[in-house]
């Protein structure tokens, strides 16, 4: 099994200001962008939040897996993810993650073709996909 990797995202000042943010607690604020660091180039991640806890609060033993599971339940109420299943696997993503004008669109230089699949809901065209294996094709 692949070890999951950390990588370095953006946080700009309008995500701080974003509306939607104003609905959740701070806590799953923090969450939502931990959770950046440790998506692929796509957005997605496993929704397992005792990796989540493991990865964006490991050195706080008081964070645990239910409560980062109530902190994924209120950023999915929000819109701020969206959690899906593909053959049993429980998957989120992050709508807009690579979107012009979204609040938190990151800006990734050299992406790679995400191993998780699209979400069925909010993903069906797959562009994102399509364009990166064109690229990594030539």
Known sequence: EERLMGRYRGVGPEVFRDPSLAGVSIEARWTFVGMWCFADDGGRLEDDPRMITANVYPRDAGVTALEVTRRLDELADEGLICRYQVDGDRLLHVPGFRLDGSPWQ??????????????????SGGDLDAELREMTDQ
């Open 106 to 123: 990151q800006r990734i230089a050299r992406s790679h073709v995400s191993a998780l699949p699209l979400c069925p809901r909010c993903e």
